[in-house]
């Protein structure tokens, strides 16, 4: 019997070791195909993510601002509204208080927080309500700057490789720096640093312990904890963070109970809309040109511009003020709808148009120094209709045209003393019909010098005075002066049937008080980036398209319409600076303009409706323009430091005292109203023997 048992043993022992070498070869391959598979997964889930290098690379988006000349700022520019702030300038109490509510193992874990999940799921079912998330706040990052927020576990598992990846690659303060950077805080507040200023109006290491609390409690539902919208919410979600602050001993009990027992105050910053919006749009739109959207609303550019803030809140008010007053007819009986009447008292809800029905008007003022724009109205308010007329809208230009007539005149030899026979003409056009001009007082006034023409505004003088110098030379003037739209060579353009831009029209300006050169508008001074290092620097772009002594006889008649020509109701108003400047009417007054310049500004009223019709009987540029670029001239040079005068004569001119009669040099029979000091081009003035021939000696006399 001893024998068998004997047997048996020494038999079975082969047959448990073979045993535990099977169930060992088990375990082993299915460990190694679990690793592989394991492996297999990662690999899987893995490939497609972003690299973590791009959480270093690329800044979290950022504001860009555009501040006016004075660097007081004009608009944000942004997707997300951002400024970057450095941990060490975030309290103590801030970062305490998101580590104890977020992920109070933050410092330990390696991206994931297993017990952290459990413990947030019981915490929320007992709860009964999302109390804790159960993400790290490295997973919270890595799902905010890389992934979508869909709710699927392929998701779930490529956050936790990617916090994993973060976790090795960055330290744990460099993650939470990035993290109070990145995360959206609601109400438009995207970093701890715009939150801290959109509810609280303070720099971020100014807040105190309560706004620390509820700031850290703002993450997890920035909507439904908001102390803007929501303060009762607001008030528990923060009163639970001092809790865990408690709980985690950054605080005592005591401070807890403390702090949770003060009322949610906010003092939400006041962020206005664009001021100057038809500006910022304006630039917005230049900058679109040489940077893409990335650039432009995402890397914190510091946009400055030229424009001057108190000139553009004045010329929106008088503009405005002027077209409220035109509206209610006190100037002349106005037979349209008020802007009132088309859109309501509710301007807020009013939808966005392209063009409006109720009567527009436009401001331009640019610097003629630099180009400069110093004021851009383009319309009445841009929230109802951003269709931008002062530089958009192509509209005739009237008598404002007129400059250029007597600009190519007075270069090409004719003196401003030129006598030009007001009189009844008609002009075949290209289709055979007859074109017959007339003035704005259906009178006519005989001969009288191109001088006189331009002060009074005077149609014939204008036409006849093209039809001299050819209408092809008059148009190559305009364009040579920075008139870019089509200006056909007919006879009409002398008195503005071609449609120019406001802006274009200001530009062109410029040449005279510049004596030649003219500016082009500049709206950009320089370009930083988020450090403030120089990103571009823009200059004025002036060009030299007259000689001298013809800008400044033009200078010198256009002074005159200000003086005491149809420009007159400048002075009437109180507009006392040396001046020079040209009205503009259309037919059947659809189109009022004032075009004028200082030595120090140039600048142009437009008023009229986006679809052109009469605006009121008799509204011309004097009577419904002028009111406005007086106005808005006078306390634009009043906020000045310095005034400049106009250039003095230039050499190559002379003088001769003539007769307003017969252009010619005056004689002692000459009445003395008749006689006048008359600028010339050397070599273009009257012979000594040239002398008037319409007062003569009478029989009586000799």
Same mark, same amino acid.
């Given at each position: 019997?001893?024998?068998?048992r004997?047997?048996?043993?020494?038999?079975?022992?082969?047959?448990?070791?073979?045993?535990?070498?099977?169930?060992?070869l088990?375990?082993?391959?299915t460990?190694?195909?679990g690793?592989?598979?394991?492996?297999?997964?990662?690999?899987?889930f893995?490939?497609?993510?972003p690299? &973590?290098?791009?959480?270093?690379?690329?800044p979290?988006?950022l504001?860009?601002?555009?501040?006016a000349r004075?660097?007081?700022?004009?608009?944000?520019?942004?997707?997300e509204?951002?400024?970057?702030?450095?941990?060490?300038?975030?309290?103590?109490e801030l970062?305490?208080?998101l580590?104890?509510?977020?992920?109070?193992?933050?410092?330990?874990?390696?991206?994931?927080?297993?017990?952290?999940? &459990?413990r947030a799921?019981y915490?929320?079912?007992?709860?009964?309500?999302i109390?804790?998330g159960?993400s790290?706040?490295?997973?919270q990052?890595?799902?905010e700057l890389?992934?979508? !927020?869909?709710?699927?576990?392929?998701?779930k598992i490529r956050?936790? &490789?990617?916090?994993?990846?973060i976790?090795?690659t960055?330290?744990?303060d460099?993650?939470?720096?990035?993290y109070?950077n990145?995360?959206?805080?609601?109400?438009?507040?995207?970093?701890?640093?715009e939150?801290?200023?959109?509810?609280?109006?303070k @720099?971020?290491?100014?807040?105190?312990?309560?706004?620390c609390?509820?700031?850290?409690?703002?993450p997890?539902?920035?909507?439904?904890?908001?102390?803007?919208?929501s303060?009762?919410?607001?008030?528990?979600?923060?009163?639970?963070?001092?809790t865990?602050?408690?709980?985690?001993?950054?605080?005592?009990?005591a401070?807890?109970?403390s702090v949770?027992?003060?009322?949610?105050?906010?003092?939400?910053?006041?962020?206005?809309?664009w001021?100057?919006?038809?500006?910022?749009d304006?630039?917005?739109?230049?900058l679109?040109?040489?940077?893409?959207?990335?650039?432009?609303?995402? !890397?914190?550019?510091?946009?400055?511009?030229?424009?001057?803030l108190?000139?553009q809140?004045?010329?929106?008010k008088?503009?405005e003020?002027?077209?409220?007053l035109i509206e209610?007819? @006190?100037?002349r009986p106005?037979?349209?709808?008020?802007?009132?009447?088309?859109i309501?008292?509710?301007?807020l809800?009013?939808?966005?148009?392209?063009?409006?029905?109720?009567?527009?008007?436009?401001?331009?003022?640019?610097?003629p120094?630099?180009?400069?724009?110093?004021?851009?109205?383009g319309?009445?308010?841009?929230?109802e209709?951003?269709?931008?007329?002062?530089?958009?809208?192509?509209? @005739?230009?009237g008598s404002?045209?007129?400059?250029?007539?007597?600009?190519?005149?007075?270069?090409?030899?004719i003196?401003?003393?030129q006598?030009v026979?007001?009189s009844p003409?008609a002009i075949?056009?290209?289709?055979?019909?007859?074109?017959?001009?007339?003035?704005?007082t259906?009178?006519f006034?005989?001969?009288?010098?191109?001088?006189?023409?331009i002060i009074?505004?005077?149609?014939?003088?204008?036409?006849?005075?093209l039809m001299?110098?050819?209408?092809?030379?008059v148009?190559?003037?305009?364009?040579r002066?920075?008139?870019?739209?089509r200006?056909p060579a007919?006879e009409?353009i002398?008195v503005?049937?071609?449609d120019?831009?406001p802006?274009?029209?200001?530009s062109?300006?410029?040449?005279?008080?510049?004596?030649?050169?003219?500016?082009?508008p500049?709206?950009?001074t320089?370009?930083?980036?988020?450090?403030?290092n120089?990103v571009?620097r823009?200059?004025?772009?002036?060009?030299?398209?007259?000689?001298?002594?013809?800008?400044? &006889?033009?200078?010198d008649m256009m002074?005159?319409?200000?003086?005491?020509?149809t420009?007159?109701g400048?002075?009437?108003?109180?507009?006392?600076?040396?001046?020079?400047?040209?009205?503009?009417t259309?037919?059947?007054?659809t189109?009022?303009w004032?075009?004028?310049?200082t030595?120090?500004?140039?600048c142009g009223?437009?008023?009229?409706?986006? @679809?052109?019709?009469?605006i009121?009987?008799r509204?011309?540029g004097s009577?419904l323009?002028?009111?406005?670029w007086?106005n808005?001239?006078r306390d634009?040079h009043?906020?000045?430091?310095e005034?400049?005068?106009f250039?003095a004569?230039?050499?190559?001119?002379?003088?001769?005292?003539?007769?307003?009669s017969?252009?010619?040099?005056?004689?002692?029979?000459?009445?003395?109203?008749?006689?006048?000091?008359?600028?010339?081009?050397?070599?273009?003035e009257?012979a000594?023997?040239?002398?008037?021939?319409?007062?003569?000696?009478?029989?009586y006399?000799?």
């Amino acid at each position: 019997m001893m024998a068998d048992r004997d047997e048996n043993q020494e038999n079975g022992a082969p047959r448990a070791n073979n045993l535990f070498k099977i169930v060992m070869l088990v375990v082993v391959s299915t460990i190694c195909f679990g690793l592989g598979m394991g492996y297999q997964l990662f690999r899987y889930f893995e490939s497609g993510l972003p690299s &973590i290098a791009k959480m270093e690379l690329e800044p979290p988006n950022l504001v860009t601002r555009v501040f006016a000349r004075d660097s007081s700022l004009l608009a944000e520019l942004y997707t997300e509204r951002r400024t970057p702030v450095a941990l060490d300038m975030i309290p103590a109490e801030l970062k305490q208080a998101l580590i104890a509510v977020e992920d109070r193992k933050f410092y330990s874990h390696w991206g994931i927080d297993i017990w952290g999940i &459990i413990r947030a799921l019981y915490i929320n079912q007992v709860s009964g309500q999302i109390r804790q998330g159960g993400s790290t706040i490295t997973q919270q990052l890595a799902r905010e700057l890389f992934l979508t !927020r869909e709710r699927t576990y392929t998701r779930k598992i490529r956050e936790a &490789i990617l916090s994993w990846q973060i976790e090795r690659t960055y330290t744990k303060d460099e993650i939470l720096e990035r993290y109070f950077n990145q995360i959206y805080f609601g109400s438009g507040a995207w970093g701890i640093a715009e939150a801290a200023r959109t509810y609280y109006d303070k @720099q971020v290491d100014k807040l105190d312990l309560a706004e620390c609390a509820l700031m850290a409690g703002l993450p997890n539902a920035p909507s439904r904890n908001s102390p803007l919208n929501s303060p009762e919410n607001a008030m528990e979600r923060r009163n639970w963070v001092l809790t865990c602050m408690a709980q985690t001993g950054a605080i005592t009990q005591a401070v807890a109970d403390s702090v949770s027992g003060i009322p949610i105050r906010v003092n939400p910053v006041s962020r206005e809309s664009w001021k100057a919006p038809y500006f910022v749009d304006y630039v917005r739109g230049k900058l679109l040109g040489d940077y893409s959207e990335d650039e432009l609303y995402h !890397r914190g550019l510091q946009i400055y511009t030229t424009l001057d803030l108190s000139m553009q809140q004045a010329a929106e008010k008088y503009l405005e003020e002027q077209i409220q007053l035109i509206e209610s007819g @006190q100037i002349r009986p106005f037979n349209h709808k008020t802007r009132r009447e088309v859109i309501g008292d509710d301007s807020l809800s009013v939808r966005e148009l392209t063009e409006t029905e109720y009567l527009q008007g436009a401001l331009v003022a640019m610097d003629p120094g630099d180009g400069g724009v110093r004021v851009m109205v383009g319309g009445r308010n841009f929230w109802e209709s951003k269709f931008n007329r002062a530089v958009q809208a192509l509209r @005739q230009p009237g008598s404002a045209f007129k400059p250029f007539v007597y600009t190519a005149a007075i270069d090409n030899g004719i003196p401003a003393c030129q006598v030009v026979e007001d009189s009844p003409i008609a002009i075949e056009q290209a289709d055979g019909t007859l074109w017959r001009p007339s003035n704005y007082t259906g009178e006519f006034r005989g001969a009288i010098t191109m001088r006189a023409g331009i002060i009074s505004s005077i149609n014939l003088v204008a036409i006849k005075t093209l039809m001299t110098v050819g209408a092809e030379t008059v148009a190559a003037y305009a364009r040579r002066m920075g008139i870019t739209t089509r200006i056909p060579a007919v006879e009409s353009i002398a008195v503005g049937s071609a449609d120019v831009y406001p802006i274009e029209l200001v530009s062109a300006y410029t040449t005279f008080p510049n004596l030649g050169v003219r500016v082009g508008p500049m709206t950009i001074t320089a370009i930083t980036d988020r450090n403030g290092n120089l990103v571009r620097r823009y200059r004025p772009m002036r060009e030299e398209v007259l000689g001298k002594q013809t800008a400044y &006889i033009v200078l010198d008649m256009m002074r005159n319409v200000v003086d005491f020509g149809t420009g007159a109701g400048t002075r009437r108003l109180g507009f006392t600076l040396p001046a020079g400047g040209k009205t503009g009417t259309t037919n059947n007054y659809t189109d009022a303009w004032f075009v004028g310049y200082t030595a120090d500004l140039v600048c142009g009223v437009w008023i009229g409706f986006d @679809q052109p019709r009469r605006i009121v009987n008799r509204g011309t540029g004097s009577v419904l323009a002028v009111p406005v670029w007086a106005n808005f001239m006078r306390d634009a040079h009043e906020g000045m430091t310095e005034l400049h005068e106009f250039p003095a004569p230039p050499e190559g001119l002379t003088t001769r005292l003539v007769c307003k009669s017969s252009g010619l040099l005056a004689t002692r029979f000459c009445p003395e109203d008749r006689v006048y000091t008359e600028m010339f081009k050397v070599g273009t003035e009257p012979a000594d023997y040239e002398e008037c021939y319409v007062h003569k000696p009478s029989i009586y006399s000799r």
